[in-house]
């Protein structure tokens, strides 16, 4: 029989954790004001194919989630491997995150960055306070794709995919 002899710490959870390669996503926003919000998520991910579902999550201290929640609506962009930069100003604290960053407006409201691979409109299902975050799903209203590559991050690194050799290739 398997057992707990100590807690696992803050630190320790984060160094494994941190092993898992995660996409970056930026989940953008508006307020009632019309202000552009964002921020980043490591946690962005498929739930449900029918219906169209997705999910994130995002601690429960953000001060920009409580905001863009109030409009019901958001746009999971995708970032692309040449977009650490767009993953640092959404990253800062305070106004104007996005100054200086390519965007638009999407179909419902909330800005698509420009550059990004995939743009994925969504309106807020539901919403699950699990330890200290919120776990986000959101019904699929509209999506897009470009090519490229996604940024990627591990172990406190950003990266790119890096595809592996054939077996085939290997082989020989």
Known sequence: MLT???????????????????GVVAITGLDKAGEELGFIVGTFASLS????????????????WPKIRRQQYFT????????????R?????GP??????????GPLGPPQLLDSIAWIDCEVQAEVVVGDHFMVMGSVLSMESADGEPLLFQAGEFGRYVELPDRASVAS
Do not use: W
Not at 49 to 64: A, D, I, R
Not at 96 to 105: P, T
């Open 96 to 105: 104007g995150k996005f100054e200086g960053l390519r965007h638009q407006s």
């Open 4 to 22: 707990v002899e100590s807690e696992i710490s803050e630190q320790h959870y984060r160094a494994v954790m941190g092993r898992l390669p995660t």
């Open 89 to 93: 100003a959404l990253s800062r604290k």
């Open 76 to 87: 999971a962009n995708v970032l692309a491997s040449g977009q650490t930069d767009v993953c």
């Open 49 to 64: 194919l029918s219906p169209p579902l997705v999910t994130f999550s995002v601690g429960e201290m953000s001060s920009t």
